[in-house]
């Protein structure tokens, strides 16, 4: 054996750390786009083999310092100066390794995914849309407003509400789509004639009543039935509807929500009901694991 071999401190072991940390990053990528509880068994194995893996570094102290020959000109303080360096360069190239990884890896992952799994939560204003008997039982009324009348026109939206009576429990029951389609957010129109010469204009909302049999999107051929579930063409899922209360005899439109499917008409439906999301966004069914991430230039 060499002067040289016998005095350079023995290499650690191979550590198996390293691996697990690996697997441990790859569950969380995984599970940021697939589901929670892969991210959260990720995230585990991660800081656990990454704390292994640190714990490893800063404690492995070769033995064969004291054993080896001392070399000429080098002294006990030398030798452990030269290890403790070793250590401290290794620490810190995990430690900005991991600095630049999370600083490059997580505001894309953020405004990646984040937004296909919190919604839109966006507080949509409360509209009046004046006495329900305004809505004659049976028949969808066009009731167009404006959202934020300071800004103007870019906030019109249109509802189609429905009056379906009372639920067997006597509570009123109203459908009150929101007319944006859900693929990609063109404004959706009833398939029926309008009829104009019932008109009207309450506390600044525009209401026709129509004959809608069914809903379509002139965009790229959406079609929704008369319930607003999704019949054919690209849409992803039921159209959204508003929550509605009755406030002093009028029928208030409140926040907005997505509906997976609605099982039934009228008062007898059973809606699934989610979070809003945005257009082109899965709420349920295999198809929400898969494809999670907004559609590009969707709208709201
Ligand atoms: S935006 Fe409605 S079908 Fe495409």
Redesign the pocket.
């Known amino acids: 054996m060499s002067e040289r071999e016998q005095h350079t401190p023995p290499l650690p072991a191979p550590s198996l750390w390293p691996i697990g940390f690996a697997i441990g990053i790859a569950c969380v990528l995984v599970g940021l786009v697939v589901s929670t509880a892969a991210l959260v068994i990720g995230l585990v194995v991660t800081l656990v083999f990454g704390g292994l893996w640190v714990r490893d570094l800063a404690g492995k102290r070769p033995p064969a310092v004291a054993a080896a020959p001392k070399p000429a000109m080098a002294t006990e303080a030398d030798l452990n100066a030269t290890t403790d360096r070793a250590t401290f360069l290794s620490l810190a190239t995990v430690g900005v390794g991991g600095l630049i990884g999370a600083g490059v890896t997580l505001p894309a992952l953020g405004f990646g995914v984040l937004p296909s799994f919190v919604g839109d939560r966006v507080e949509t204003k409360e509209v009046d849309l004046g006495p329900i008997s305004n809505f004659p039982e049976g028949q969808y009324v066009i009731a167009t407003y404006l959202e934020d009348p300071d800004l103007g026109e870019v906030t019109r939206r249109t509802a189609f509400v429905r009056n379906n009576g009372r639920t067997e429990a006597g509570e009123p029951s109203f459908t009150t789509i929101f007319s944006r389609?859900v693929?990609?957010?063109?404004p959706v129109q009833p398939n029926g004639p309008i009829d104009e010469e019932a008109r009207q204009e309450v506390n600044g909302v525009e209401l026709r009543p129509v004959l809608a049999a069914s809903f379509g999107?002139p965009?790229?051929?959406?079609l929704y039935d008369s319930e607003g579930n999704r019949n054919a063409?690209?849409?992803v899922r039921s159209l959204d509807r508003y929550e509605f209360s009755i406030r002093n005899g009028n029928l208030i439109l409140g926040r907005l929500f997505s509906v997976g499917d609605v099982d039934g008409t009228g008062a007898k439906a059973r809606i699934s009901k989610y979070y809003r999301a945005y257009p082109g966004v899965h709420v349920d069914g295999i198809e929400k694991w898969l494809y999670p991430i907004p559609t590009p230039g969707s709208t709201s």
């Open positions: 389609c693929h990609l957010g063109c999107c965009c790229h051929g959406g063409g690209p849409p």
